[in-house]
């Protein structure tokens, strides 16, 4: 369930309210005149299912809420209420099934957000990956898999294509071609001072490597994996279950490609830095494509399910 606490002009409310009553799958409505002070109107709140919380969302924002008040939204962990039980029981789908198009715009604005934070996670996260692909050691690279914030500007281009945002789009692209730019300049001079302090060899790097050496022999597997990886973070998103994002992260070669082609530049290895970078770009675009197209599913699938309802 979700829980909308909304401030309302006075002379809007009774929309609202009617808006509210006619949805299927809410309860729990509590209307107070007057006690809202900024912007002065009403609050209006209610419960709704996570499965009819689009179609809700949508309605206010036609009514303008968004703009002449407020539309607050949080999921409610728990609801011990026969009412709330009706309403989901009521509303059409499953809950962890359904797609809240505002929370999923909001969610991948911030996250494909060009930050200090996002550049530092990325670099980071990059460095680590160096070290792991120098020493041949899986378990750093799982790691900088773990840390790498990439996947969130590649779910903003894919949730921008579809609800056709050129902002979010823009947003995204710069934050993943600024971030990978920052993070990898930042590896080749991590990867000199390593070299220059006798951490890192050339001897190291040219050596066979049974635990990281797919990382720059990208192949027809890497974009199937890179196509399910995609698919699979984008239903965690959708269906806020962060759990499976973090196994998304450690699946894909995007962070563990960036810094091979980092250290391999930094000694000349042509060979590798392109083989790496082929691999980054499959792997992004796979991803890409493959968010795209369970969103854009997922949209005519609840479209589908409306209909039914409505007929």
């Known amino acids: 369930m979700l829980h909308l606490r909304l401030i309302t002009p006075s002379d809007r409310t009774d929309q609202v309210v009617r808006l509210i009553e006619k949805t299927v799958g809410t309860t729990h409505l509590v209307v107070l005149p007057g006690t809202a002070r900024d912007p002065a109107g009403d609050v209006v709140m209610c419960d709704v299912a996570r499965e009819a919380g689009d179609e809700l969302l949508a309605g206010l924002r036609e009514l ?77 690279i799982v790691g900088a898999m773990a840390v790498g914030p990439e996947f969130g500007p590649l779910a903003g281009i894919s949730t921008a294509a579809v609800r056709r945002q050129p902002r979010l789009a823009a947003r995204s692209l710069i934050a993943l071609l600024v971030g990978f730019a920052a993070a990898m300049a930042v590896t080749v001079a991590f990867s000199l001072f390593m070299d220059a302090a006798g951490l890192f060899t050339e001897a190291q790097l040219e050596a066979d490597r049974p635990n990281t050496g797919f990382i720059y022999a990208p192949d027809r597997l890497s974009f199937v994996v890179a196509v399910l990886a995609g698919i699979a973070g984008t239903l965690s998103l959708t269906s806020a279950k962060s759990g499976a994002l973090v196994g998304v992260a450690i699946s894909v070669t995007t962070i563990p490609a960036a810094a091979n082609a980092a250290v391999a530049l930094s000694y000349g290895d042509t060979s590798q830095t392109w083989g790496s970078t082929e691999q980054l770009l499959l792997n992004l675009l796979g991803i890409i494509v493959a968010g795209t197209a369970t969103l854009l599913a997922q949209k005519w699938f609840w479209r589908r399910e409306r209909q039914k309802v409505d007929a």
Do not use: Q
Request: with cysteine; aromatic share 4%.
């Open 64 to 140: 303008g809420i968004d703009t002449t008040g407020s539309i607050a939204v949080e999921s409610i962990d728990l609801s011990l209420s026969e009412r709330a039980e009706k309403a989901e029981a009521d509303a059409p789908g499953e809950g962890s099934d359904a797609v809240l198009w505002e929370h999923l715009s909001d969610a991948t604005h911030e996250e494909s957000t060009l930050s200090v934070t996002y550049l530092a996670f990325i670099t980071l996260a990059t460095m680590i990956a160096a070290c792991g692909v120098v020493l041949d050691n899986s378990i750093l």
